[in-house]
């Protein structure tokens, strides 16, 4: 595998970037929603509601929780999984940052 140097660029473009990655496929927004909708879910009602099988679902809540857009927790033999609040928060902030400094330095290109 390539070398990313994503140590070359900021802590914030790195967090930006990896929440751009999570939010790149639709099954990741659909669970989100689903997520923003129950308020929490564990993973076998996730599946029910997507065309996906658990094992892809699976993986999809991995990318998630590792962007750090969701948490889970462990009851029994089941994870609950619900949007983390901070980090949800702290993505829109990154993102609306990205497009507003579009708008607030916009000069004739192109």
Same mark, same amino acid.
Request: hydrophobic share 40%; aromatic share 6%.
């Given at each position: 595998?390539?070398?990313?140097?994503?140590?070359?660029?900021?802590?914030?473009?790195?967090?930006?970037?990896?929440?751009?990655?999570?939010?790149?496929?639709?099954?990741?927004?659909?669970?989100?929603?689903?997520?923003?909708?129950?308020?929490?879910?564990?993973? =076998?009602? #996730?599946?029910? *509601?997507?065309?996906?099988?658990?094992?892809?679902?699976?993986?999809?809540? @991995? +990318? $998630?929780?590792? /962007? =750090?857009? #969701?948490?889970? *927790?462990?009851?029994?033999?089941?994870?609950?999984?619900?949007?983390?609040? @901070? +980090? $949800?928060?702290? /993505?829109?902030?990154?993102?609306? *940052?990205?497009?507003?400094?579009?708008?607030?330095?916009?000069?004739?290109?192109?």
């Amino acid at each position: 595998m390539g070398i990313t140097k994503s140590e070359e660029f900021t802590i914030k473009d790195n967090k930006l970037a990896k929440y751009a990655k999570a939010l790149s496929h639709p099954a990741r927004i659909a669970i989100l929603r689903i997520l923003i909708k129950k308020q929490a879910c564990i993973c =076998g009602d #996730i599946v029910d *509601e997507l065309p996906l099988s658990q094992s892809t679902v699976s993986q999809h809540l @991995k +990318e $998630l929780k590792d /962007a =750090g857009l #969701i948490k889970g *927790e462990i009851e029994g033999a089941k994870v609950c999984y619900c949007i983390d609040e @901070k +980090e $949800l928060i702290l /993505a829109k902030d990154y993102i609306n *940052e990205l497009f507003v400094s579009y708008f607030s330095n916009k000069s004739a290109c192109c």
